[in-house]
C-alpha cells in the first residue's frame, strides 16, 4: 500500500497509531506499565523537556501505549491529533483549562449527559468558569447566549440520555460567527456513526468508557485536535497565543501549527492537572476499537428491532430514539448518523416513577447500572440514579423526567434482549 | 507540483538526499519554533546553516551564523525560509544565484510565496510549502506519534531505530543518519 493511499475505517481502526514495536516487533500494541522513561543523555533530557524533541518522559505526560489510542481515535474522527486521559469528564476538564479564563463564560446545549451538567453548574465555577445554557434542538437558542465574554461552545452530537441528535452543522456557524470553537462530546456516537469535524466542529471529545472501548472494562477519555481554530487571531485565547511561562516564553500556538491545541491540553493540562490514563487502560481501550465499526452495526440494527418492540407495547407511552423513521429527529440522524442512531435510547413507562423502578429492578439479562456503550445491553432509570440530583425541571430539559427508562442496546441475540424487556414490563 | 498536499514519497525523498540546510531566520532565542527545528534538524545528523544578519558572525548550537546565502562557504542542498512570505521571492532570487544550486525550497509553516515558487521550479528546484521539516521528519519516521499526532498513513513495517539511541526513530530507507 503506498504512503498516500488513505486507508478505510475498519483498516485505520486496526492499525492506525500501532506499528510493530521498533525494539522487539511484537504486533499487538505492547502495554508499556511504565511511570518513566530514561533518558539518552542529558541534552536528550533537556530537549524532552523543552519540548524541542518528540518523546517519551513520564507516563503522566505521555506514553507509547496511550499514545496509539491517541493517534488512532484521531485518525478515526480526521483530527490533527489527540490526547487521552484518564475519564471524559477529565477530557471536558483540560479541555476547558486550555481555553478558558477566570471569569469566561462557555454555551452547552442542555441536552447532555447528567455528570457533565453537573461538572459544568458546579465544579466549573470554582475555576470561575460560568456555564451559559441553551437549547441543543434549537440552534437560534445559541445564537442568542452569545455574550463578549464566550469562549467556547459544548454540545453532544447524539445527547445521552435521550438519543436526541443535534443539529452541528447550525451549532458550528454560530460559534463560526461568535469567533469560536464548537466543541462536540462524540461519544454515543462514536466516529463510525458520526464525524463532527465534517460538520464544522473544531474539537472532538470522548468518553472512550463508552463505544470506543465497548466492553465496559475500562475508564478512559480522548481530546481530538480538528485543527482547524486559529488560536492565535485577537488573543483569546492566551494559553496558546501568549508565551507560557513554565516553558520559558514559548507561544504554543506558534510552535506547533495544527495540532497545538493537542499539545497545548497535553504539555499543560495534563502535565499540570495530572489526570492520565493508564496504559493498561489504553490497551484495552485500543483493542476495543479494533471492532468499532462491527459492534456499532450491531448496537444499531438491535436497537431498531428493540425500539419497534417497545413502540407497539401496551405498557410503553412513548419510545424516543432518532433510528425510528417518524422520530422528531430521524431527519437529522440520517443526515448526521445515516449509518444508525446508535444505541442508547429513551422511552417511558405508563404509571410514572414507580413503575420506571419496578422495570429496572425486575430485568434478567439487562445489568441495572450506570453506563452506556457495553456488549451487554444496560438500564437505568435516571430520574433515580444519574440525574437524582438535577432539579425536576432540569431532569425534564435533560430528558430524564419521571417515567422516562434509559436503554443502552447489546450486542446480544436482539430476541433474547427484547423477551427480557417483555417480562420486566409485564411484571412492572 | 501541487502545493496544497505533497506525496508523502516527495517529502521522503527531500529529507532522504539533503544533507546541508541553509536556515533563513534561525533564531537565536531557545524558545521561537526556528530554534526548535535547527536543533532537531542537527539532532538527525543534518547540517543546519543559520542565516540571520542580526547574529552573523555568532554561533547558534554551535553553528556559524551567516548574513545571507551568498556569505555561506560551502555547497547547501536545501534552503529552509523562516521568514514572512513576501520575504520568500528575494530568497529564492538569491537561492538560484548560488553556485552550485540549491536542489530544494522549503517554507515553513504559513510561508507561501506561490511566484517565488514558481520560479525556483522553473530552475529546476523541488518546492515545498507550509510545511515543517520536523514535523515531517517526525511523522515519517513515526516519533511524532508518541505526541499522539495522526501521521494520516499505516504500516505494518517496524519503525528504523536511529543513532543507537531507543527514542529517536530514523527515515528508514538508506538513510545514514546517526
Ligand atoms: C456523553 C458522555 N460524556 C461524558 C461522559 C463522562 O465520561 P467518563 O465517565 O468517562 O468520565 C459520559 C459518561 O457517562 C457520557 O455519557
Known amino acids: 500500500m503506498s504512503e498516500d493511499h488513505v486507508p478505510g475505517f475498519n483498516t485505520l481502526s486496526i492499525h492506525a497509531g500501532a506499528q510493530p514495536d521498533p525494539t522487539t516487533g511484537a504486533r499487538a500494541t505492547p502495554i508499556y506499565q511504565t511511570t518513566s522513561f530514561v533518558f539518552e543523555d542529558v541534552d536528550h533530557a533537556a530537549s524532552l523537556f523543552g519540548l524541542q524533541a518528540f518523546g517519551n518522559i513520564y507516563t503522566r505526560i505521555g506514553n507509547p501505549t496511550c499514545a ?3 493517534e ?9 491529533a489527540a490526547l487521552a486521559v484518564a475519564s471524559g469528564h477529565a477530557a471536558q476538564l483540560i479541555v476547558m483549562h486550555t481555553l478558558l479564563q477566570p471569569g469566561d463564560e462557555f454555551i452547552a446545549g442542555t441536552q447532555l449527559y447528567g455528570g457533565s451538567i453537573n461538572q459544568f453548574n458546579h465544579a466549573f465555577k470554582k475555576f470561575d468558569w460560568h456555564v451559559a445554557w441553551a437549547d441543543s434542538t434549537d440552534v437560534s437558542s445559541f445564537e442568542k447566549a452569545v455574550t463578549p465574554k464566550t469562549k467556547a461552545i459544548f454540545i453532544e452530537s447524539v445527547a445521552n440520555p435521550g438519543g436526541v441528535v443535534v443539529d452541528i452543522e447550525g451549532i458550528a456557524q454560530v460559534a463560526r460567527r461568535a469567533g469560536v470553537p464548537l466543541i462536540v462530546d462524540n461519544t454515543l456516537a462514536s466516529p463510525y456513526l458520526c464525524r463532527p469535524f465534517e460538520h464544522g ?9 463508552k463505544f470506543l472501548g465497548g466492553h465496559g472494562n475500562s475508564i478512559g477519555g480522548v481530546i481530538v485536535d480538528g485543527g482547524t481554530f486559529n488560536w492565535m487571531r485577537e488573543g483569546r485565547y492566551p494559553t496558546l497565543s501568549e508565551p507560557c511561562e513554565s516553558y520559558q516564553g514559548m507561544v504554543l500556538g506558534e510552535t506547533f501549527g495544527n495540532f497545538a491545541f493537542a499539545i497545548a491540553c497535553r504539555v499543560l493540562g495534563l502535565r499540570d492537572l ?13 483493542t476495543g476499537i479494533e471492532t468499532l465499526s462491527l459492534r456499532m452495526d450491531r448496537h444499531c440494527a438491535n436497537a431498531v428491532a428493540v425500539a419497534e418492540f417497545l413502540s407497539s407495547h401496551p405498557k410503553v407511552a412513548w419510545v424516543s430514539y432518532s433510528g425510528l423513521p417518524g422520530d422528531r429527529y430521524h ?13 442508547v435510547f429513551t422511552f417511558g413507562v405508563k404509571g410514572g416513577y414507580d413503575a420506571g423502578v419496578k422495570v429496572v429492578s425486575n430485568v434478567q439479562l439487562f445489568s441495572h447500572l450506570a453506563n452506556i456503550g457495553d456488549t451487554r445491553s444496560l438500564i437505568i432509570h435516571p430520574a433515580s440514579t444519574t440525574h437524582r440530583q438535577l432539579s425536576d425541571q432540569q431532569k425534564t430539559s435533560a430528558g430524564a423526567g419521571p417515567d422516562v427508562i434509559r436503554v443502552s442496546i447489546g450486542i446480544e441475540d436482539k430476541e433474547d434482549i427484547i423477551a427480557d424487556l417483555d417480562q420486566a414490563l409485564a411484571s412492572a | 507540483m501541487n502545493h496544497d498536499s505533497y506525496p508523502d514519497a516527495y517529502i521522503r525523498e527531500i529529507l532522504d538526499s539533503c544533507r546541508v540546510i541553509a536556515m533563513v531566520g534561525a533564531s537565536a532565542n531557545t524558545v521561537r519554533p526556528s530554534y526548535f527545528v535547527l536543533k532537531y534538524m542537527l539532532e538527525k545528523g543534518y547540517r543546519v546553516i543559520p542565516v540571520n544578519p542580526g547574529q ?6 554551535g553553528q556559524r551564523v551567516y548574513a545571507s546565502l551568498s556569505d555561506i562557504p560551502e555547497p547547501i542542498d536545501m534552503v529552509d525560509i523562516f521568514r514572512a512570505s513576501e520575504a520568500a521571492d528575494g530568497i529564492v532570487d538569491e537561492a538560484l544565484a548560488l553556485e552550485p544550486r ?24 523541488k518546492v515545498v510549502m507550509n510545511r515543517c521539516p520536523k514535523i515531517e521528519y517526525g511523522r515519517l519516521s513515526g516519533e511524532i506519534a508518541w505526541a499522539g499526532v495522526n501521521r494520516r498513513t499505516v504500516s505494518s513495517k517496524r519503525p528504523v531505530l536511529s543513532g543507537g539511541g531507543f527514542q529517536r526513530l530514523g527515515l528508514g530507507k538508506g538513510r545514514t543518519s546517526n
Open chain 1, 201 to 209: 466542529a473544531d474539537i472532538v471529545v470522548h468518553s472512550a468508557t
Open chain 2, 102 to 125: 540549491p536542489k530544494v525550497i522549503w517554507m515553513q509553516l504559513s510561508v507561501r510565496n506561490d511566484e517565488a515558487a514558481a520560479k525556483a521550479e522553473a530552475a529546476g528546484l
Open chain 1, 72 to 80: 488512532r481515535v484521531a485518525a478515526l474522527e480526521g483530527g490533527t
Open chain 1, 274 to 286: 495530572g489526570a492520565a490514563l493508564s496504559p493498561f487502560n489504553a490497551f484495552l481501550l485500543v
Open chain 1, 68 to 70: 496509539v489510542l491517541e
Open chain 2, 56 to 61: 552573523a558572525g555568532k554561533d547558534i548550537l
Open chain 1, 331 to 343: 431527519a437529522l440522524q440520517q443526515k448526521y448518523c445515516p449509518k444508525g442512531g446508535g444505541a
